[in-house]
């Protein structure tokens, strides 16, 4: 079961936009370098959605939405998230812990469009901690490891 990155988002300010970016340095337990949401030691240090969900909700809502209007970090293709809560993944170099679900809020309204929020229903990707740093890239693999969660 793989996956690939097909974009990556940083955010240098609160409420500012998504910067697209072809390669990335992602810390350990830290995030993307120049992401205001990247801190030590939190649970959230990256998060990730489908591609096939934002086509979904495109659809629900009659209009393309920008990969990087999801405010997502990492837009992945062909790996069900949903199903990775509590594994590990390898995002090309960069290993992960998947610790959970991004619930979709209020901002998706304005970033995806007028009724954004409910066109993702309960499913707006996953929270990840960073476990193995390195450079990601569009076109990475994403694997899932063996090993499970370590998060208690």
Known sequence: MNGVIVSIHRVAANGGPAEELAI?????????????????????????????????????????VALGASRRQIVVRGLDLKGMIGKQLALGAVRVDVVGPCDPCERMNETIGPGGQAALGDWAGVVCRVLTGGQLRVGDSVQVLDSVSQTP
């Open 24 to 64: 990335v340095p992602v810390r350990t337990n830290w995030g993307i370098e120049g992401d205001y949401r990247s801190r030590a030691d939190k649970m959230r240090q990256l998060t990730l959605i489908e591609e096939e969900v934002l086509d979904q909700v495109g659809s629900i809502l009659g209009h393309e």
